[in-house]
């Protein structure tokens, strides 16, 4: 028997894996769309608001733009444009290092940051939405979307940085059946499915993951 796929009407009806699929299809579109929106009323394509978003995340600096363009799979002469009009907005700066004058060193500027917060207040409306769930319900899409993203990391699809599900300190399981199965090795705690970080400045990525 063939495996089920989204090519197949039947399998669109009945098929459990091929509905989520398709559901996930229809998730990543809606937060596409919602991503778009809050980046025009900021004047900025969804790729700049990303890169913002992300230096203003780290203030002090990400250290080459081939990471970033890694990151977000898209080629460097891409990420170099969206750069460019970011740095002629004063909403980034590049700079050569510090500690190595070879590498150019990219900051969001106060008024980038500003930018950054005031889209992603906008995308507050999300949280909104995820809140109105019951609270076990939450804590159940968590994991979910926590291990789908796992997942997505193995087959390289994306980066998932700062996130403890590939993080080389992560033990899954530990103690499998108890209320906080998970262990952090760097902080020796135990932790829940609730506890799971998704932006831990001290995240490092596991060797083995491919999409790192
Ligand atoms: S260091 Fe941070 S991301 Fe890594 S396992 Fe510990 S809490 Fe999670």
Redesign the pocket.
């Known amino acids: 028997m063939p495996p089920p796929s989204l090519s197949d009407p039947g399998d669109r009806q009945e098929s459990v894996p091929v509905k989520l699929a398709l559901g996930l299809l229809r998730i990543s579109q809606a937060l596409a769309n919602a991503r778009g929106a809050a980046a025009g009323e900021q004047g900025l394509s969804p790729l700049q608001l990303q890169i913002l978003i992300d230096l203003t995340n780290e203030p002090s600096g990400v250290g080459a733009a081939g990471v970033l363009a890694r990151k977000y799979g898209v080629s460097a002469p891409t990420l170099s444009d969206s750069l460019a009009a970011l740095v002629r907005r004063k909403l980034v700066t590049q700079r050569p290092s510090a500690s190595d004058a070879r590498v150019r060193e990219l900051r969001a500027t106060a008024k980038g940051r500003t930018l950054a917060e005031r889209a992603l207040a906008d995308l507050d409306q999300l949280v909104g939405v995820c809140a109105q769930m019951p609270h076990e319900e939450q804590q159940r899409s968590l994991g979910a979307a926590l291990d789908l993203i796992r997942r997505f990391n193995e087959l390289g699809w994306i980066q998932a940085d ?3 599900v590939t ?4 033990e899954r399981d530990r103690a499998p059946g108890t209320p906080a199965p998970h262990w ?4 020796s705690r135990k ?1 829940a499915a609730a506890d ?2 998704v932006d ?1 400045p ?3 990525p596991a060797v083995s993951s491919p999409g790192s």
């Open positions: 700062r996130m403890c993080c080389r300190f992560f952090c090795r760097l902080i932790l799971l970080r831990c001290e995240q490092e």
